[in-house]
């Protein structure tokens, strides 16, 4: 929703104030609140807290006399909604990969754990949450019904999947799979207090989701047909029996605001999986200023003060609808201002929101010339949020794309002006897809 490049720390003051203000908590879904390990997992902080006493205690031992030390499980268990069903990877997996803070020598999303836990349940019909290396993410997923295509779509900052409402409406109804997922911070997911989390990181956290639903069709398509119990044991076997999912399928990658940063790396980390991609206001550049980051960073009690006024504001639903208005260039629907505000009654959301500014950095650089991948831009020509211009100077950037305005929207047309904004992706889809094979016949693809 609101875009990640407004960097003044008055900003982010007014936008946690007026979306957390006095509310009554709520966490109908299991949200943790989490922080990253050495290795890469996932765990609460109480824990975290647990293992590094631990490791001090023994790096304070003489050698020989070490004590033995009670296992601290990294991991939490997070007990599923009622009448939730569960399915799990069981291919083998790789040797886990230790990640360090910055996700440099981060390659692949693949170098994630194969077992992954996929849970059936949450706000929506078609919601799932899938646990990765203890981090819980939520998504929704709309198997294919004959259509061609495969669609991943991600939210901008402050925002959820439901953003993306009148989009997954219109590409159900043509038949094609859709994931919609939301980025840890925001919507159902985890909250992350403490570890990196660049585009690049999050990017290679969707591709290990990717990866995880193919394996589970992959293993439903083994699935002996004969075998009514076999057939019906996972989630995937009920409700992906319709799937399309192919190999050389590839995916089509639409990114609203924050979200262009996410596709972009997604596109550079593994090119050869993807068809095209859609940036809707994308903002690819910019973010947090540094120093912005840098006060998060050396102002003692800085982010918990800020948390502390965002929780504990005196801002009300008038004030969140007036922010929701400047995104959207008009007022918002009541059901609207509800659905933004909903997820930021879940404890924490203001404190780890900005602990992915202060930690958001990466030394890989995001780099929108090296992508060689068609795109369609789609811009409002009234967004204050991330402005036109910014859409030229992406459309200057990018080796092949198309730039389209919408006359008189604002920041989120995926919302406001949703037939346009579809009218345009339907217009443009097959021509996008000639670009694509045009690229492919001319000069061979390296492998991602």
Not at 45 to 64: I, R
Not at 252 to 273: D, F, K, N, Q, W
Not at 357 to 364: F, H, W
């Amino acid at each position: 929703m609101f875009s990640s490049i407004r960097p003044a720390i008055l900003t982010v003051l007014i936008l946690f104030g007026a979306a957390c203000q006095s509310v009554e908590p709520r966490n109908e879904y299991h949200v943790k609140s989490v922080v990253e390990l050495e290795s890469g997992q996932y765990t609460s902080p109480e824990k975290a807290a647990q293992l590094a006493e631990q490791k001090d205690k023994v790096s304070q031992q003489p050698s020989g006399e070490l004590e033995p030390s009670a296992k601290v499980d990294p991991g939490e268990t997070v007990e599923p909604a009622e009448n939730a069903e569960t399915m799990e990877n069981t291919e083998p997996a790789a040797e886990e990969k230790t990640q360090s803070k910055d996700d440099a020598d981060a390659t692949k999303a693949n170098d994630a754990p194969a077992d992954i836990k996929i849970e059936k349940g949450g706000p929506y019909e078609e919601s799932y949450f899938a646990t990765i290396r203890g981090l819980r993410v939520h998504f929704r997923w709309i198997p294919s019904e004959g259509g061609r295509a495969r669609y991943v779509l991600i939210h901008g900052f402050a925002a959820s999947t439901y953003s993306y409402r009148h989009i997954i409406d219109h590409l159900r109804k043509k038949g094609h799979e859709i994931i919609a997922i939301d980025l840890p911070d925001y919507g159902y997911s985890d909250r992350i207090l403490q570890g990196n989390q660049s585009a690049y990181t999050r990017a290679n956290l969707v591709w290990a989701l990717l990866d995880a639903l193919d394996r589970s069709q992959k293993k439903t398509s083994r699935t002996s047909p004969g075998n009514p119990d076999e057939a019906n044991s996972s989630i995937a076997a009920r409700d992906t029996k319709k799937s399309t999912w192919q190999k050389e399928g590839r995916w089509i990658l639409i990114g609203h605001s924050m979200g262009g940063s996410v596709i972009t790396a997604m596109a550079a980390r593994r090119p050869a999986e993807v068809e095209y991609l859609v940036y809707l206001a994308g903002a690819v550049s910019g973010g947090p200023g540094f120093w912005t980051q840098k006060a998060l960073d050396w102002i003692p009690g800085l982010p918990s003060a800020i948390a502390w006024y965002a929780e504990n504001s005196l801002f009300n639903k008038e004030r969140f609808a007036s922010l929701l208005a400047s995104a959207y260039g008009r007022d918002p629907d009541p059901e609207d201002i509800d659905a933004y505000l909903e997820p930021f009654r879940i404890p924490d959301t203001a404190a780890s929101i900005l602990a992915s500014i202060r930690e958001s950095r990466s030394e890989i650089e995001l780099d929108p010339a090296s992508i060689s991948l068609p795109a369609l831009l789609i811009w409002g020509t009234k967004d204050t949020w991330v402005e036109p211009e910014r859409g030229k100077e992406l459309h200057r950037s990018l080796d092949r794309s198309i730039l389209e305005f919408i006359e008189d929207a604002g920041h989120c047309a995926l919302e406001t002006e949703p037939e346009k904004v579809e009218e345009l992706m339907d217009r443009y889809d097959p021509i996008l897809r000639a670009m694509r094979h045009n690229a492919e016949t001319s000069s061979p693809e390296t492998p991602g």
